[in-house]
Structures are given as C-alpha cells and as structure tokens.
C-alpha cells in the first residue's frame, strides 16, 4: 500500500519498489530501518550539484539492490557504512578525501568508478 504525500509528487516519492530487482531474482525484502536510510540517503542527495546527485542516487540504488540478499552479519556492516556516509553528507555536503585505507578497501570495480567520476570532474 502506497502512502500519499500532499507536499510531495508521487513521481517523487521513494518507495520499497524503488528498490525492485527483476521478479526472476528471488531477494528479501528491505528491514524497515534500511529502507529508512535509503531514503534518508537519497533526501540527503538532493543538497548536491544535478551531476553528483544523479550519480550518487544511481550507485545508492544499485548498492541497496545488490544488498537486498546479504546476510545479516554482513548488512550489519553495511548499515554502519551508509549511516556513516549520512552524517559525513549532512555534515558537509561537499564530501572530503578518501583516505589511504578507505581506497584499499575499494573493489576493482569501485576503484574504476572513482576514477571515471574523477575524470568528468565530479
């Protein structure tokens, strides 16, 4: 069931089915409070510059995607990192500097996605 929102356009909404794999992907479904961070992640985007907002709210979506199976030792892991991710983006928007182990910690994958958004300037 779909709640609606008077100050907010339904295109607009964010709801568990932003979160829909292929019905062919048998997946759980999100925890509430998961599903809260996720929102909160993408309301927080909206401070950003169009570029980096799309971008970020494109790789929140694939990751939340990616997760929805995980086990729950790991989502706990999870969890943390988003909710860190939150306060440093509430507390300054700009972003900061990965440190050295931060970077380490990158799969390849992450790592060629940090160096494409570095070369379109982002």
Do not use: N
Not at 25 to 36: G, H, I, K, N
Not at 88 to 108: I, K, W, Y
Request: hydrophobic share 35%.
């Amino acid at each position: 069931r779909t709640r609606v929102c008077a100050h907010r356009p339904v295109s607009r909404r964010l709801r568990a089915a932003d979160l829909e794999l292929s019905s062919h992907q048998a997946t759980m479904p999100l925890s509430p409070a998961l599903l809260r961070l996720y929102r909160s992640i993408l309301s927080a985007h909206r401070v950003l510059p169009a570029k980096q907002r799309q971008l970020g709210d494109a790789y929140v979506r694939s990751e939340f995607r990616q997760h929805r199976s995980a086990e729950a030792q790991f989502l706990v892991q999870f969890e943390r990192g988003w909710r860190d991710y939150l306060q440093q983006l509430r507390m300054s928007p700009q972003g900061r500097s990965l440190t050295e182990d931060e970077v380490s910690a990158l799969s390849d994958d992450q790592k060629a996605k940090l160096a494409g958004a570095a070369r379109e300037g982002l």
